[in-house]
């Protein structure tokens, strides 16, 4: 499997091998011992699929608290994404820095994000379709959404603040500086 390093290395890009025949293609989308070879050493506990009929559809940023912190292992099964992935560890040497990467169904990629990331995406083709494995289960309670255009991220979307749709909760995230007097995730 081909992996490409990002500015924080550990987030990574994977590109499963992908076996294509007369029929059609066959992939490993996952494979625990495949992926704990690589260092992505996770118990995956939930499997989750979203679907964004628009561009410009941004989901983000968000994380949940210990002990329900979540890794996540993102991939499109339809469209073309740019992910997202902000270092939120407060004792890391890139905390508050951010990595981004185009993941899509056509270039068959893959990204992991550890815990201690708050993780987002934008779509850039309609009708995107997002699966994505996570390390925790779902708790709601613990989860939170930090602004996606918060000026101290300056997170470059790719898209126009006009052309972006959110949902409720997105609209009423918290700052990073309010996550910095807050405990860490
Ligand atoms: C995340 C989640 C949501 N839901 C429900 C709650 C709500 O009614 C509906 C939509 O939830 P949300 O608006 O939070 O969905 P969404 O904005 O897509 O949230 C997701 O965003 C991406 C960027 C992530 O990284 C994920 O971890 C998750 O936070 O689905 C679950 O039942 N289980 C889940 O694990």
Redesign the pocket.
């Known amino acids: 499997m081909k992996i490409k390093a990002l500015e924080i290395p550990d987030v990574k890009v994977l590109y499963p091998a992908k076996f294509d025949d007369d029929r059609g293609f066959f992939s490993e989308i996952y494979n625990k011992s495949t992926y704990e070879k690589i260092g992505i050493q996770e118990e995956f506990v939930?499997d989750?699929h979203?679907l964004s009929r628009a561009v410009g559809v941004i989901?983000?940023?968000?994380?949940?608290c210990s002990p329900f912190a979540?890794a996540?292992l993102?991939r499109v099964v339809r469209g073309t994404i740019l992910d997202v992935a902000v270092d939120i560890r407060k004792n890391s040497e890139t905390f508050g820095r951010w990595v981004s990467a185009e993941i899509s169904a056509q270039a068959w990629n893959q990204i992991y994000i550890p815990k201690g990331f708050a993780?987002?995406?934008v779509t850039l083709e309609e009708n995107t379709e997002?699966n994505?494995k996570?390390s925790a289960?779902?708790a709601?309670e613990l989860?939170k959404?930090i602004a996606w255009n918060d000026p101290a991220l300056k997170i470059e979307w790719r898209i126009s603040e006009g052309a972006v749709t959110l949902?409720d909760?997105?609209m009423q995230p918290m700052s990073f500086a309010a996550y910095c007097q807050c405990p860490d995730f």
């Open positions: 939930q989750n979203s989901r983000g940023l968000h994380y949940q979540q996540k993102v993780h987002g995406f997002v994505y996570v289960r779902y709601p989860e959404s949902s909760k997105d």
